[in-house]
């Protein structure tokens, strides 16, 4: 019983900045890497960042130098911070976590998406 909220999407103009987030709640013994995937219209799913638990982090070229991945351990929340947003980043943004329960055993997680919408 592993939940994924995602919350912080919207619409925002060309430019503009939004800051997602995702709280990881339920039984379960570690939260290994975290990322945010998006997918728009017609297009498929595409990975945006990822982090590990100890910070690392991986960004899409596309993303590169605009968006920023980040986690809270305490909180089991993973944050993505999006700056100088363009019409091509329109997309549900998804929140994933690969979740190690107690049982021994791990598995992918994925929040409900959050629609985020840049008008040029």
């Known amino acids: 019983q592993v939940q994924l909220v995602e919350s912080g999407g919207g619409l925002v103009q060309a430019g503009g900045s939004l800051g997602p987030s995702c709280a990881v709640s339920?039984?379960?013994?570690?939260?290994?890497?975290m990322a945010w995937y998006r997918q728009a219209p017609g297009n498929g799913r595409e990975l945006v960042a990822t982090i590990t638990n100890g910070g690392s982090t991986h960004y899409a070229d596309s993303v590169k130098g605009r968006f920023t991945i980040s986690r809270d351990n305490a909180e089991n929340t993973v944050y993505l911070q999006m700056s100088s947003l363009k019409p091509e980043d329109t997309a549900v943004y998804y929140c994933?976590?690969?979740?190690?329960?107690?049982?021994?055993?791990?598995?992918?997680?994925w929040g409900q998406g959050t629609q985020v919408t840049v008008s040029s």
């Open positions: 994933n976590a690969e979740v190690f329960l107690y049982t021994s055993s791990f598995n992918d997680y």
């Open positions: 339920g039984n379960f013994f570690r939260i290994n890497d």
